[in-house]
């Protein structure tokens, strides 16, 4: 039989990787997030600013 090539496997832990909770979005926060250019949005007192491209949500949008 020939030799075989080594074929590194994946960890097989079910456990995300440490910084998943960093770079993975959260689910249900699209409030967060620029609707037009999709940055995320800076608050400020009662409103919800993009510092890209300027947009704004007040607060009663959130509603």
């Known amino acids: 039989m020939p030799p075989t090539a080594y074929q590194p496997q994946p ?3 079910t456990e995300p990787p ?3 909770s960093e770079s993975a ?3 249900g926060e699209y409030w ?3 609707p ?12 919800r ?4 491209c300027h947009y704004f ?3 009663s949008d959130f509603d």
């Open 25 to 27: 979005p959260v689910v």
């Open 32 to 34: 967060r997030w620029c």
């Open 11 to 13: 960890p097989s832990s």
């Open 49 to 52: 600013v993009c510092p890209n």
């Open 18 to 20: 440490a910084d998943a």
């Open 36 to 47: 037009q250019c999709g940055h995320e949005l800076q608050n400020h007192k009662c409103k």
């Open 57 to 59: 949500m007040s607060g």
